[in-house]
């Protein structure tokens, strides 16, 4: 895996790590005697490379992933990476391949989970001691034999591993938590991962409608919806707020892919779009091009609304990054989400606000 590689921070894991790079294989390395691989990835915020020792859990030359972080009340650092960029590097002895990471749910997690706990039985103990489900991954191996990834999932790909490009993905909002805390409901709510998929797919139509603040009121219109690669095809455009200058808008031209089965929609930003009438349309140059995804992680009662976006520079923009780490550090949920909930649920939404 190309690009700048960052050592761990923690001293176990680096010691691992200096281990299996000098003797050019992960046999006889282990943990509390379990043996362990070795796998590589990308920052999901920085694009910088990392490696980080895994407990060797292999059938059929699958692998899985558990993040447990030793039974810690957090996910690991690892975990938002593999959801944001699932192509990772895996070292078993002295072979190392490329896999695509999917975090696994329902009867396939309980599957891996007891092959999980047969290769470390601590993992059992790590979640009797922490209040949320420890993550699991299954890593497939990449082959010609594999079906490749929708094309334009895997432009997504390639923009986001490219060096020079600046990349963002936002911390996992969990929905009902933020909910719970923060916020009153005319009635008893839980957001489910089907509603969150619902309002997804609604939004990719009528952006106007669920991100006003972002989108200039009747500015925005899709077209061309097909079926395709499994998915739904569209195009759509918008008048939107640039990045760095929010008081100016621009025309911003998308074409969107709708994966059902994952319940990811993938929007790549195009300089040039045939309109529905067949007028040429022309996005403005104020700004880089942006691809953003949108997906639904979680459980159906726990669901995760998930967001990354990757704009096409030259070079790493820390403006950029400095306009997404302000709105990580924003304690509300998304506005499209409370909209979904005021206007599609038709649910009384109120902010609570922190007294004094």
């Known amino acids: 895996m190309f690009g700048d590689y960052e050592p761990s921070g923690s001293a176990w894991v680096r010691g691992h790590v200096e281990q299996v790079v000098h003797t050019g294989t992960t046999d006889g390395v282990s943990v509390k005697g379990r043996p362990i691989v070795l796998m590589t990835y990308r920052g999901a915020r920085t694009g910088i490379v990392r490696k980080t020792p895994l407990m060797r859990i292999e059938h059929e030359g699958r692998y899985a992933a558990v993040a447990s972080q030793g039974g810690a009340p957090s996910n690991p650092r690892w975990y938002a990476s593999l959801a944001a960029g699932p192509l990772v590097e895996l070292q078993d002895g002295t072979?190392?391949?490329?896999?695509?990471?999917r975090e696994v749910s329902g009867d396939e997690k309980d599957l891996w989970w007891r092959r999980a706990v047969d290769a470390f039985p601590d993992f059992a103990?790590?979640?009797?001691?922490?209040?949320r489900q420890i993550p699991v991954f299954v890593l497939e191996p990449v082959s010609g034999d594999q079906p490749a990834l929708p094309p334009f999932e895997a432009e997504f790909a390639r923009a986001w591993n490219a060096p020079g490009h600046t990349r963002y993905h936002l911390p996992d909002t969990d929905i009902n938590k933020v909910l719970a805390a923060r916020y009153t409901t005319g009635v008893p709510l839980t957001v489910t991962r089907a509603m969150l998929w619902d309002m997804e797919v609604r939004k990719a139509a009528r952006p106007g409608t669920y991100i006003p603040y972002v989108v200039q009121a009747g500015s925005?219109?899709?077209?061309?919806r097909h079926p395709g690669d499994g998915g739904e095809y569209l195009d759509r455009c918008s008048m939107q707020r640039l990045w760095l200058a929010p008081q100016r808008r621009e025309l911003i031209l998308e074409r969107a892919f709708l994966n059902h089965r994952e319940q990811k929609i993938t929007f790549l930003g195009v300089p040039e779009l045939t309109g529905p009438d067949g007028t040429p349309l022309h996005a403005g140059t104020g700004q880089p091009l942006f691809h953003v995804e949108h997906s639904v992680g979680g459980t159906e009662s726990e669901p995760l609304n998930q967001w990354r976006i990757v704009h096409l520079t030259g070079a790493a923009d820390d403006r950029l990054t400095a306009v997404f780490e302000h709105m990580a550090a924003s304690p509300w949920l998304a506005e499209y989400t409370e909209i979904y909930i005021r206007h599609d649920l038709g649910i009384h939404l109120g902010r609570q606000y922190p007294s004094g």
């Open 95 to 101: 072979v190392t391949r490329e896999y695509r990471a």
């Open 220 to 224: 925005d219109r899709s077209w061309g």
């Open 125 to 131: 103990e790590y979640q009797r001691n922490v209040e």
